[in-house]
């Protein structure tokens, strides 16, 4: 039994993980309907900052997500301004086949050029928050994952808020809906999606400070998380930024408890066949309103 | 006076492909260092893939980026046929094409419901989830496969074996190669190119006007998986090994793509012309650079999707087309002025 319990608390901080790196993406895809692909390898590149910034400065790792966030808020904005806002511009659709494909290339461009800078072995750094645990009736928390957790709820409350309550997140919901018309309602569109990305973006920075006592950084980081991303996304509703949580934290536990119960193999297959099972059964995620 | 203008309009493009075809038939006898050989034939391969792609991605205009799953279950199936001691690895490479087929059917339906980049997220589902069983176990249905490390297969040099040294690799792929141009000839030009097309524009506006939209995505994802699959016996059977790491990558699915669009995705050449190009830079910045700046190449890639998808999002065969055609413009209008003045 203590066992099921360890396991239960692993998949949920290990979900509130993953969260924080999809709350990002599910402002990117969810509320713009733009599809970042090199959403893995961009966490990736936080997490490289992250560590590089803590080998050299010996830093605190929450003192580095204050570095590593804003860097990542401002790459996100010129991303957006310079390499997507004009795809989205041109195109009709509401989502643009050639965000994906340029994303799809900036993760062929940072993967490889990863590789080539620092090689494929993996990074690690020791920081105060490395190995450490709460001890509870025999249980052990991991204090950075729980840290992690936190934050993850703390970035899903804040951004939900924001979309909900302050005029530049309802312009954002409003813009998603339909560009033309808010464009004539006097929103200024380019600047609001240069806004969101780069929010996004800081989340991954974010994610990247929280991740860096925890994992080892690798080129093939990003491989491993991008898709791992984009499944809780869907999972958890486009638009829907709660749903990403709630993604989140059903693959944490669907990871740990299949790891603990099969093997972790087994759980990446899980994972996967429930990610096909939702497109197929409802396409807009377990918490979508909307069927279209 | 009829007869020869339709003669200017279509023979230098037919004395240009007969030209290319008989260059790349000559090609091992005029270039014989195996090194050479061997990127030429990696290069085609590459070739013939994105245009096996081009059918589902190109014409359908569906991005079926999990497609490289085809390429693993052809390989796969064709090695495992020989190994246990079912038969030739031809008779398996048929028989993955057709495995592979069955697969696609199954799983294209329910993703097919989905749209744009649903859909493509799917296919690469489909693709981890094959991958992952392929690593996690040892053996398939009672055979082995050794997890990860993958398959060597015994050389013997025999062409029953599927083993022809690098000069009949060259021939067949360049035949397969050939062949797959013209079945994509033969469907752009046919009714179901045109659906496809009309599909790929507007997919409610074809279901509208009677397109039976979901046989003809089926139809196209069928003919691309077969030939996916081809490809992936052969190209094993030339490397000596199959591993998950190899045909199942990810990012072999995802270069099929970017050559075929850099390419231009849904015409005839553009797939070959992309493949052709980016492989030929590869791999001659991978030699004169050395491995430890292959990746640097492989990053090139991704800038060159990035600056295609932006300014020339027809991809790099109608950038050449409208560049001839301004030429050609700019020529007829000289001539035209000229023929006014000599009529003045």
Not at chain 2, 331 to 344: A, I, P
């Amino acid at each position: 039994m203590a066992i099921f319990f360890q396991a239960l608390i692993d998949g949920l901080l290990t979900g509130g993980i993953y969260a924080c790196v999809a709350v990002g993406l599910s402002l990117s895809f969810g509320v713009m309907r733009l599809f970042n692909w090199a959403q893995g390898d961009l966490l990736m590149m936080a997490l490289y900052m992250a560590i590089f910034l803590i080998q050299g400065t010996g830093i605190h790792p929450l003192v580095s997500i204050l570095v590593v966030g804003p860097v990542m808020f401002v790459i996100g904005f010129f991303v957006q301004k310079f390499l997507l806002n004009p795809l989205v511009i041109r195109a009709k659709e509401r989502e643009p086949l050639s965000v994906l494909l340029t994303t799809a290339g900036m993760s062929f461009v940072l993967s490889n050029l990863a590789t080539f800078l620092f090689t494929s072995n993996s990074q690690s750094v020791t920081t105060p928050l490395t190995g450490r645990s709460i001890n509870i009736a025999s249980m052990f928390i991991s204090t950075p994952k729980l840290i992690a957790f936190v934050v993850a709820l703390g970035l899903t409350f804040g951004i939900q808020l924001f979309l909900q309550k302050a005029e530049w997140g309802r312009a954002l919901r409003a813009t998603s809906q339909d560009r033309e018309v808010a464009q004539l309602m006097g929103m200024n569109n380019k600047l609001l999606y240069c806004l969101a990305q780069a929010i996004g973006f800081a989340c991954l920075g974010v994610a990247g400070g929280l991740m860096s006592p925890i994992y080892a950084v690798s080129p093939s980081t990003g491989a491993t998380f991008g898709f791992k991303t984009l499944t809780i996304v869907v999972l958890g509703g486009k638009g829907s930024v709660p749903g990403a949580l709630l993604g989140g934290i059903i693959v944490g536990l669907v990871e740990s408890f299949g790891g603990f119960l099969f093997s972790s193999l087994y759980a990446q297959i899980i994972v996967f066949a429930i990610f096909a099972l939702v497109l197929f059964l409802k396409p807009n995620g377990l918490l979508s309103k909307d069927r279209g | 006076m009829s007869k020869t203008l339709l003669k200017d309009k279509i023979a230098p493009k037919h004395i240009l492909v007969l030209a290319l075809l008989v260059l790349a038939f000559l090609f091992p006898q005029i270039v014989t260092q195996p090194y050479f050989i061997q990127i030429a034939i990696t290069v085609l391969i590459y070739c013939y893939w994105s245009s096996a792609w081009n059918i589902i991605g190109g014409y359908a205009g569906q991005f079926a980026l999990g497609n490289g799953v085809y390429i693993g279950i052809g390989a796969y199936v064709a090695v495992l046929f020989h190994q246990e001691g079912f038969g030739s690895p031809w008779i398996g490479m048929v028989l993955g094409g057709v495995i592979s087929v069955m697969f696609a059917f199954i799983i294209s339906k329910p993703c097919f419901k989905l749209r744009g980049t649903y859909f493509s997220l799917a296919t690469v589902a489909f693709l981890h989830i094959v991958r992952y069983i392929i690593l996690g176990f040892n053996s398939i249905f009672g055979m082995e496969t050794n997890g990860g490390m993958g398959i060597m297969i015994p050389y013997t040099g025999r062409w029953q074996d599927m083993q022809f040294g690098k000069e009949g690799f060259y021939y067949v792929i360049l035949v397969m190669l050939v062949l797959i141009l013209v079945v994509s000839n033969v469907i752009r030009t046919s009714k179901m190119g045109y659906y496809l097309s009309a599909i790929k524009t507007n997919q409610g506006a074809a279901s509208t006007i009677g397109i039976n939209v979901p046989k003809y995505k089926m139809m196209a994802q069928c003919i691309s998986a077969f030939c996916l699959a081809l490809g992936g016996a052969v190209y094993v059977h030339f490397l000596l090994n199959v591993s998950p790491y190899d045909v199942f990558g990810y990012d072999l699915s995802l270069e099929i793509m970017i050559y075929c669009v850099i390419g231009g995705s849904g015409t005839l050449w553009g797939p070959v012309f992309g493949a052709l190009v980016l492989g030929i830079i590869n791999e001659t910045l991978r030699v004169q650079l050395g491995s430890d700046i292959a990746p640097l190449a492989s990053a090139f890639y991704g800038v060159a999707l990035i600056l295609i998808v932006r300014f020339a999002p027809g991809g790099l065969y109608q950038l050449g087309q409208m560049l001839i055609n301004k030429i050609k413009g700019s020529l007829g209008k000289k001539k035209s002025e000229t023929k006014e003045v000599s009529v003045q």
